[in-house]
């Protein structure tokens, strides 16, 4: 698959007359799992979160959808009530400012009522809710809290206690989103809320079935 990009790519600037992979077959690979969070499970472990901070993350996740590395880049001045502006990122405990995945991410995460609930009360208990600060920051750094240590010190042994067994990962709780929300909207619908430039990345490779 990178072959077949960066082939294609030389070809669009003209360093080659055709792309050599295209008639290369690719191998038959083992599917890769692809699991949801179920409604019930969800729901059971926003009840067992504590803290106004962490569940408030928690529900972002659930019915926003954003990315890991966008959740954690949000600062207060992107809080705008029923929506949330994604123009930021943040990783490795670093915030990136005007910078996202792709075009398409500059958008609004449309917010439900008990999320935007969320958010006012974190705002109210947290230390420092100015406009350019973020709305996840580590309180001994102020840098942007790092998502793969607050999913295994703050979700993972809630759910592990809960006998929830899918993993619980910003990833599985976006594609649990774009599941969820087919039976709330159409295709396009959930393409716009998950901000994907490729209509098929939202139907094929996000969008699960729900066989009941």
């Known amino acids: 698959t990178i072959l077949w990009s960066v082939f294609d790519i030389a070809v669009d600037l003209e360093f080659l007359l055709k792309n050599p992979m295209a008639k290369v077959t690719m191998p038959v690979c083992v599917p890769t799992p692809k699991p949801i969070l179920s409604p019930v499970d969800a729901g059971r ?3 067992a979160i504590n803290g106004a901070r962490d569940r408030l993350i928690l529900l972002l996740g659930v019915f926003g959808g954003p990315r890991a590395s966008e959740g954690f880049g949000i600062q207060w001045d992107c809080y705008l009530g029923d929506y949330v502006e994604i123009r930021n990122t943040a990783y490795s405990g670093k915030l990136h400012k005007w910078k996202v ?5 500059f958008a609004r995460i449309y917010l439900p009522a008990v999320v935007q609930a969320a958010f006012e009360r974190w705002r109210s208990e947290c230390s420092d809710a100015s406009p350019d600060a973020l709305v996840f920051a580590n309180p ?3 840098h942007p809290l790092r998502a793969g240590g607050w999913l295994r010190n703050h979700v993972k042994p809630i759910a592990q206690s809960l006998g929830i067994t899918v ?6 709780l976006r594609r649990s989103c774009a599941t ?3 039976k709330h ?5 959930v393409q716009a809320h998950l901000r994907h430039g490729n209509i098929g990345t939202t139907g094929d490779v996000y969008m699960m079935e729900i066989p009941d």
């Open 45 to 47: 472990l926003i009840q």
């Open 101 to 105: 995945k792709r075009k398409a991410s």
């Open 140 to 142: 001994k750094t102020g």
């Open 167 to 172: 993993p619980v990962t910003f990833q599985v």
């Open 180 to 182: 969820r929300n087919q």
């Open 185 to 189: 909207g159409s295709l396009k619908d």
